[in-house]
C-alpha cells in the first residue's frame, strides 16, 4: 500500500503518532476546537460517555489517528514549499460511529480540505463505517508558506490518518 509509506514527506507526522487521549493531537499539527487520538486498542477517547459503536480497524498507516467532529474540529499544518510545481496529498480516512445515550452520530461523513482558507476538495462520503478510505488531492500553490487544514465534512465523528504530500502528480500513479 503506498499510503503505508511516504518517502520525501513534506507533512511533519502525517501518521499523527501520538499518546492517545480526549482533546489531543498530534505533534507537528495546529488543532481548532477539540480533535482526539485514538487507536485500535478499544477505548474511545473523547467527551465523556461516548462509546464506540464497533470495534475500530487499524488504518493501513497502522497506529494511531486522530478523530475529528464536524467542521469547528480541524488539524492544519503550515508548509514552506515551492510554488509552481504540483503537489500531491494523499490520506486515509472514516466513518466512526459514536453512542451516547440517545446522541448518536453513525451517519456517512468525509474530509473537507482547504488550502490557506479556500475549500479546495471534499471526500465522498464513507459509508461503510470503520472502514479506511484513501483520498487523493494533486494542487498548486500560490505562495511558499502555504496551510493546509482538514476538517470533518459533516457534523459526524471522522478519522483521519496517513497524510502524505509529495511534489509530483500521483493521484493516478504510485508515490514513490
Not at 476546537?33 to 480497524?57: E, F, M, Q, R
Not at 494533486?138 to 511558499?144: D, L, Y
Request: hydrophobic fraction near 30%; proline fraction near 4%; charge should be negative.
Amino acid at each position: 500500500s503506498t499510503y503505508g509509506q511516504c518517502i520525501s514527506n513534506l507533512i511533519t507526522n502525517g501518521s499523527f503518532t501520538s499518546t492517545v487521549g480526549e482533546d489531543v493531537h498530534a505533534t507537528g499539527w495546529n488543532a481548532g476546537s477539540t480533535p482526539d487520538v485514538n487507536d485500535a486498542s478499544g477505548k474511545l477517547n473523547t467527551s465523556s460517555g461516548y462509546v464506540w459503536i464497533n470495534s475500530p480497524h487499524q488504518s493501513h498507516d497502522g497506529g494511531t489517528w486522530q478523530n475529528l467532529y464536524s467542521n469547528e474540529e480541524y488539524l492544519e499544518q503550515v508548509l514552506d514549499i515551492e510554488v509552481g510545481p504540483t503537489y500531491t496529498l494523499r490520506f486515509e480516512y472514516a466513518a466512526q460511529g459514536i453512542v451516547a445515550g440517545s446522541m448518536k452520530f453513525a451517519s456517512p461523513v468525509g474530509i473537507n480540505l482547504y488550502i490557506d482558507s479556500e475549500l479546495v476538495y471534499t471526500t465522498p462520503d464513507d459509508f461503510t463505517q470503520y472502514t479506511w478510505e484513501n483520498a487523493c488531492y494533486s494542487f498548486k500553490v500560490r505562495k511558499p508558506s502555504t496551510t493546509i487544514r482538514f476538517s470533518a465534512s459533516s457534523e459526524q465523528y471522522v478519522g483521519l490518518d496517513g497524510i502524505c504530500v509529495v511534489m509530483g502528480d500521483f493521484c493516478k500513479k504510485r508515490i514513490p
